[in-house]
């Protein structure tokens, strides 16, 4: 049985199709008479917005982002885990001599590997870096 911490949240999701997020997935967050629940097939009729899963979002998002900001190299889709928190951005590799140093590009942070992932895309969709 799936959780919700496997799909993007009813808030964000709700944000998402604002953004123009396809409304195609596995899941689907639907409201009837101010219950929420999601299920796996999308009925018709019903008012729904679908609840993606990490999977789904990932192969949304860009793996590679062209530099920005005076940053002279590609910018990597940056996904980790720190403490209870998960993060994902876009990492640059600056090399110099004698080294190096790494920057990620406007962190986002949540609870949940799916939330985080939405945020991401929000911010890429704000920013107008999706194609």
Request: neutral net charge; contains cysteine; aromatic residues 10%.
């Amino acid at each position: 049985m799936i959780k919700t911490k496997n799909i993007v949240s009813l808030e964000l999701s709700k944000k998402l199709k604002e953004a123009g997020y396809p409304q195609e997935g596995e899941f689907w967050w639907y409201m009837v008479n101010n219950i929420k629940g999601f299920i796996r097939k999308c009925p018709t009729g019903i008012n729904n917005v679908v609840a993606p899963l990490a999977c789904e979002l990932i192969e949304r998002l860009p793996t590679v982002l062209q530099p920005i900001n005076g940053c002279n190299t590609d910018r990597l889709l940056t996904l980790f885990k720190r403490g209870n928190v998960w993060v994902c951005g876009y990492a640059s590799t600056h090399i110099e001599e004698g080294g190096g140093y790494d920057v990620i590009d406007e962190l986002s942070e949540d609870k949940t590997i799916c939330n985080v992932l939405a945020k991401t895309y929000l911010y890429l969709v704000e920013k107008g870096l999706l194609k």
